[in-house]
């Protein structure tokens, strides 16, 4: 929104969006792929309790003791490792991006030279400036993993709000002085106070950073990785790509997509990142303790959990897209048009959300069995989904062609894990154990799959409900006339939340597991509030 306001959906936007993008790129590479795939798995593995008894037997300490006084030795010994490692190649790499700034910008965004020659310079300018943000951000998502394997979620889950806060700062401040390059100084600020919170929280919970150099685990996270490492070469392929053909579509579209993917990824980070994400450390624990039955029962409650509080978002967002479009962007610099624009982007991009929004929970399971090749095939598969269909669509599409062709990239990448993981669960539950005589129903062997497919098909009657609940308060408004801020909220208000009430009374009505258990959940913490 402060974006939108100060600058609209301008080149210069764009510009800013790509020099933006290069530090995710080099966080996605080096961190975001190791994080859920090697990091947590590993660390978590030393973090479990067993291994704590086991390391206290070891030094003749009683449990009782070992757990009150301190962490786990060997934990301790390999996040040092990990810290003091990613210190100095991080900040090599920071300083890489920094003396090849303007070919980097070349090369994600030549296509600005067709119709603003400005803009390549202006994108090198502010890759310079974000080159620090390559060590923070990094930093943190390695100090982020350590947290999550500890089961410690709730400052990571703020660091991404304390992240953004730097721009919603720095752009009212700094705009009117230095321009576009405020937004770079913002992030660079979010992304410290970022790396800030996250040192902190690690030293709440008992760790402090040791200078070593090495930790047998090292090696371990490296195997877990490299397959990883060699999908998301790939991966980054087809963001550079993504940005150097939408660069060539017109200085404005980078801006308009990147809108649109902002709202698509809402519920995706609320939802399905999130339960992912906690889910995983103890997947990867009932995995290492062979507990299959409780590692499918997990896997099986996150997917449901995912679906239905997935659904509502995604619909009402699609159903809702040009009052919520006009109310979070139209002011300022950001014009009539522009919105037109990110609503047509934003309709295309929620198809392929609800794939990227099952995709998530089944790429963490890979993970948790230390399976990391699979995903990076099927990775690598999608890419050429992608640049196939980008290819083939950008010429009569225009920027739309690339939105479409992520689109086919999120189905196939999500049907291609939900059938490799059907297959490689059942296959991993007869190589690793017999199935019991007893205890075992067949149901659990099969993952819940009847219990998943009632879900699913009361998810489909709420949603149903929620759409003729929204078009029928739609109805109720006064047709016609000028939008105005109030009306876009007083319609978002009753519409969406209409529907979205509709949508979880149908899911109630009808008894459904999941959404009972997170009632119940939500109600006894706000009881335990109150009591407190």
């Known amino acids: 929104m402060v974006i939108a306001g100060y600058f609209g959906a301008t080149g210069a936007v764009s510009a800013f969006t790509v020099a933006s993008t290069a530090p995710k790129m080099l966080y996605d590479f080096l961190i975001g792929g190791m994080l ?32 009150q006084f301190g962490p786990n030795p060997e934990l301790v010994r390999l996040v040092g490792a990990l810290l003091s490692l990613s210190v100095v190649t991080l900040a ?16 994600l965004a030549g296509g600005f030279d ?79 106070a970022q790396f800030g919170l996250m040192a902190w929280d690690v030293h709440r919970a008992g760790l402090s950073f040791r200078l070593q150099w090495s930790h047998p685990a090292l090696a371990r996270i490296v195997k877990l990785y490299l397959p990883i490492a060699a999908g998301l070469i790939v991966a980054q392929f087809q963001v550079g790509l993504d940005r150097r053909l939408a660069s060539g579509t017109g200085v404005q579209s980078i801006a308009w997509m990147s ?51 997935i659904a509502p978002l995604l619909l009402g967002l699609g159903l809702l897209a040009e009052p919520t479009v006009r109310l979070l962007f139209e002011r300022g610099q950001f014009t009539v048009e522009d919105s037109a624009m990110v609503v047509v982007a934003l309709e295309v991009y929620l198809v392929g959300a609800l794939f990227a929004a099952i995709d998530f929970p089944l790429i963490y399971a890979f993970y948790a069995r230390n399976n990391t090749l699979l995903p990076a095939a099927v990775g690598l598969f999608s890419v050429v989904v992608y640049g196939a269909a980008a290819l083939a669509l950008i ?35 007869r190589a690793r154990r017999p199935a019991r005589a007893s ?94």
């Open 439 to 532: 205890g075992t129903s067949k149901g659990t062997q099969r993952w819940a799959f009847g219990t998943t497919a009632q879900t699913v098909t009361m998810i489909l009657v709420a949603a149903s409900s929620m759409g003729l609940a929204i078009l029928w308060l739609q109805s109720l408004f006064e047709p016609g006339g000028p939008n105005s801020l109030g009306k876009d909220l007083a319609f978002l208000m009753v519409g969406g939340g209409g529907g979205i009430a509709v949508y979880f009374g149908v899911l109630l009505a009808a008894g459904q597991p999941e959404l009972r258990q997170l009632s119940r959940t939500v109600l006894g913490q706000a009881g335990l509030a109150r009591s407190e």
């Open 259 to 309: 809108k649109a993917t902002t709202l698509q990824q809402l519920p995706l980070g609320m939802i399905s990142v999130a339960i992912s994400l906690a889910a995983l450390p103890r997947l990867s624990q009932q995995f290492a303790a062979g507990d299959e039955d409780a590692y499918r029962a997990t896997l099986a409650r996150g997917m449901r959990m995912v679906l239905v509080l």
């Open 92 to 107: 090599a790499l920071a300083l890489l991006m920094a003396v090849f700034a303007p070919q980097v910008a070349s090369l």
């Open 114 to 192: 067709d119709f603003d020659p400005a803009l390549l310079p202006l994108t090198a300018r502010l890759l310079r400036l974000m080159a620090p943000v390559v060590w923070f951000v990094s930093m943190a998502g390695v100090l982020t993993a350590v947290l999550f394997a500890l089961q410690r979620f709730t400052l990571p889950a703020l660091a991404s709000a304390v992240y953004n806060l730097g721009i919603v700062a720095s752009a009212p401040l700094l705009a009117g002085r230095i321009g576009i390059a405020s937004l770079a100084i913002g992030v660079l600020a979010g992304s410290l």
């Open 395 to 429: 010429e009569g599409l225009g920027f739309l062609g690339l939105v479409w062709a992520d689109t086919a990239k999120q189905a196939a990448h999500a049907v291609s894990m939900l059938l490799l993981l059907h297959w490689k669960v059942g296959r991993g539950n």
């Open 36 to 67: 859920s795939a090697a990091l947590v798995p590993v660390l978590s593995d030393y973090a479990r309790l067993e291994r704590n008894h086991s390391d206290a037997e070891t030094t003749g300490e009683s449990h009782a003791s070992y757990t």
